[in-house]
C-alpha cells in the first residue's frame, strides 16, 4: 500500500533541506500543501498580500540562510505576479524555489481560464525551470534544490500539476541538499595572474557579489594590506571591507561615484574579485584601455576589445587569492595619504547638514540608533543610492537591497524576511514614499506574523532620480511627484502605528521607540529631497 500522498512528500522534503517559511497566496490546487505545512512541525505557509511580495521574502531567506527560499502562485496572474520576485532573486544571486500550479496533463496546451504556459513564462527569469511527476516529486525538488545554489545562485522554478498532490505515493524522504563544488583553478591561470600582478604598478581591487558567496572577507583585506591596495566595492558586496579601513576606496555606481572615480582612474590594472556586471557593467565605470584580471567561479563579462583581459582565473576564488598574498610583500606605488583624504572629503559631504531635515541626516540618525549588529533593508530609489556609499555596513548580510534587479517594493518583504530569518536580531528598512506604495498591503503581513520591525519612510513626494534626470535634460517636471505634499496618511496604516518626524530630533526619539516596541510601527521622515540633487547620478568613467 502507498504510505504517503504527493504534498506530503514535497513538503517534507523542503522541511528537510532547512526550509522554514514558504511565502505566497494559496489556491484551490495548494490546499493539500496547506494541509501537509500545517500538520509538518518545522515549517510555517506565510499568507503574503501579494506574490510579487512572496517572492521578495523568499528571495532574502535563502540569502540569510543559505537554504533556497521558497514562494508559490496560482495560474496565469498568480504566476505573473509571483515572476518579479523570481527575478530577482536570480538576478540578485539568491539560492529559490518558485512553485506554482500547473495544469495536468490533459489540459497542457488547451484553451483554460488562466492558463499559460509556466515552463516558457520562467524560462528567462530563472537557471532552470521543470515539473513534478508523483514519484519523482522528492528528486525534482532536490535537484532543483542544487541548481539554486550552485554556481552563480538564483531561482529554479518548479510546477505543481493541479490534481497531483492528493494522489498516493511510497514516502520518500531528500537527502543533504548540497551545491555542486566549485572546481579549482588551472594551475596555468593563477601563474598568469601572479604575471599580471607582479608587473602592474597600481592594481585596484574590485570586490563584488562573487565574493560574498565565496566567505573571502580575511583574504580581501590581507591582499590589501599586503601591496596596499585600494578597494572598491559594488553595492551588494557592501561590508566586505569596513568604511574606515585605511585601504578602502568607496562603492561603485551609487552616491558620488565621481570622486571614488579619481581613485580608479589611476590604476593600470583592476583585479576583479566575484565581480558579478549584473550590479555594473566594467565598461561604465573603467577608463578606455584599463586592463582587466578576473577571479570568479565564471568568465568575466567585458568588451574584450575595449579592455584587454590579461588574466582569467575561473573556478574556486580563495586559491588564487592565496596565491597573490603569498607573494613577497611590498607596497604598490599607490599614495593611501591621498585616498584618505579623497575619502575623507566624499565622506564630508555625506554627512548630515544644517537646513531642511534631509536623507543625509535621516540616516546618519538611523546609523546611530541601530545596533551594529542589527539588520537594514532599502528599497529602490535616491535613497538607494545615498545609502550605497553613506551606509556604514559592518559586514555582508547586514545592509540588504536589490541592485541586480532593482524591483522598487523590495525592501518591505525583504524586512519581513530578515525578521523571520533572524527573529533575535534588530531589523528596520528604508523606504521612499513611492516605492512604499508598491507593497503597502506587506504591512498586513507583518502584523498577522506579530514582528517587531521599524519601517522608516522617506516621504519627499517626489520619484527624485527621475526628476533628476528631466531636470538634467532641462525637461518639466511630470509624473514624477508622489502627492501634491502632505504624509503618507493616518496614524495608522493596516494597524501598523505611524509617527511622523520633521527633524532629527523626532526622527531620534520615533526610532528610539519604534525599536522597542513588539510590533511592526512606521516612522515617517518628511524630508527636502532636493538634497539628492548634488550627490547621486554622478559621473562614473573617467
Known amino acids: 500500500m502507498k504510505s504517503t500522498n504527493v504534498a506530503r512528500n514535497v513538503v517534507g522534503a523542503l522541511r528537510d533541506m532547512g526550509v522554514r517559511h514558504v511565502f505566497g497566496v494559496p489556491s484551490g490546487g495548494w490546499v493539500d500543501y496547506m494541509e501537509a505545512i500545517r500538520t509538518t512541525d518545522g515549517i510555517d505557509f506565510v499568507l503574503t498580500s501579494h506574490e510579487g511580495g512572496a517572492g521578495f521574502m523568499a528571495d532574502v531567506c535563502g540569502r540569510l540562510t543559505g537554504v533556497p527560499g521558497v514562494c508559490f502562485g496560482t495560474f496565469g496572474p498568480g504566476a505573473t505576479n509571483l515572476a518579479t520576485g523570481v527575478g530577482g532573486a536570480t538576478l540578485d544571486r539568491s539560492p529559490m524555489l518558485a512553485l506554482t500550479d500547473e495544469m495536468p496533463a490533459s489540459l497542457r496546451g488547451r484553451t483554460v481560464q488562466m492558463a499559460i504556459d509556466h515552463q516558457a513564462l520562467f524560462a528567462p527569469l530563472t537557471k532552470a525551470t521543470m515539473r513534478i511527476e508523483a514519484d519523482g516529486a522528492v528528486a525534482t525538488l532536490a535537484d532543483a534544490a542544487r541548481i539554486a545554489l550552485s554556481g552563480r545562485p538564483g531561482a529554479v522554478h518548479v510546477g505543481l500539476p493541479q490534481g497531483m498532490s492528493a494522489d498516493a505515493v511510497e514516502a520518500a524522504t531528500i537527502g543533504t541538499i548540497?551545491?555542486?563544488p566549485v572546481p579549482a583553478p588551472a594551475t596555468a591561470d593563477i601563474d598568469t595572474l601572479v604575471a599580471a600582478f607582479t608587473v602592474a604598478e597600481k592594481p585596484v581591487l574590485a570586490i563584488g557579489l562573487g565574493a560574498v558567496h565565496a566567505r573571502i572577507e580575511d583574504r580581501i583585506v590581507a591582499l590589501a594590506e599586503r601591496f596596499g591596495l585600494p578597494v572598491l566595492l559594488t553595492p551588494m558586496a557592501k561590508g566586505m571591507v569596513a568604511e574606515d579601513h585605511p585601504n578602502y576606496a568607496g562603492v561603485l555606481f551609487h552616491a558620488l561615484s565621481d570622486m571614488v572615480g579619481k581613485t580608479h582612474a589611476e590604476a593600470d590594472l583592476v583585479v576583479a574579485v566575484g565581480y558579478d556586471p549584473i550590479e555594473f557593467n566594467y565598461e561604465s565605470w573603467m577608463k578606455d584601455g584599463l586592463a582587466l584580471a578576473s577571479i570568479d567561479v565564471v568568465p568575466a563579462d567585458i568588451d574584450r576589445d575595449m579592455h584587454p583581459v590579461v588574466a582569467e582565473v575561473v573556478g574556486a576564488i580563495a586559491p588564487a587569492l592565496d596565491a597573490l598574498i603569498a607573494l613577497p610583500a611590498g607596497p604598490k606605488a599607490w599614495d593611501l595619504l591621498a585616498l584618505a583624504e579623497r575619502k575623507a572629503a566624499m565622506f564630508a559631504k555625506l554627512v548630515g547638514r544644517d537646513g531642511p531635515f534631509g536623507p543625509c541626516a535621516a540616516l546618519d540618525?538611523?546609523?546611530?540608533?541601530?545596533p551594529d549588529e542589527g539588520i537594514m533593508t532599502c528599497d529602490v530609489g535616491a535613497h538607494t543610492h545615498l545609502i550605497g556609499q553613506h551606509w556604514r555596513t559592518p559586514k555582508p548580510g547586514t545592509q540588504i537591497m536589490t541592485n541586480g534587479w532593482s524591483a522598487m517594493g523590495f525592501g518591505l518583504p525583504a524586512a519581513i524576511a530578515a525578521?523571520?530569518?533572524r527573529p533575535d536580531?534588530?531589523?528596520?528598512?528604508?523606504?521612499?514614499?513611492?516605492?512604499f506604495l508598491m507593497t503597502a498591503g506587506e504591512l498586513a503581513t507583518a502584523v498577522r506574523e506579530k514582528l517587531p520591525l521599524v519601517i522608516v519612510i522617506f516621504t519627499d513626494n517626489d520619484l527624485a532620480l527621475i526628476r533628476i534626470k528631466q531636470e538634467k535634460k532641462q525637461n518639466p517636471i511630470y509624473g514624477t511627484p508622489v502627492r501634491a505634499e502632505g504624509t503618507i496618511g493616518g496614524p495608522s496604516l493596516f494597524?501598523?502605528?505611524?509617527?511622523?518626524?520633521?527633524?532629527?530630533a523626532e526622527f531620534r526619539a520615533a526610532l528610539e521607540a519604534g525599536f522597542a516596541a513588539d510590533g511592526p510601527v512606521i516612522v515617517e521622515a518628511l524630508l527636502d529631497s532636493r538634497e539628492y540633487d548634488e550627490l547621486v547620478l554622478r559621473r562614473d568613467k573617467p
Open 495 to 504: 494597524g501598523v502605528p505611524v509617527t511622523v518626524a520633521r527633524d532629527p
Open 425 to 435: 536580531t534588530p531589523v528596520c528598512c528604508v523606504l521612499g514614499d513611492g516605492g
Open 365 to 370: 540618525v538611523l546609523r546611530d540608533v541601530l
Open 178 to 180: 548540497a551545491a555542486d
Open 419 to 421: 525578521k523571520l530569518s
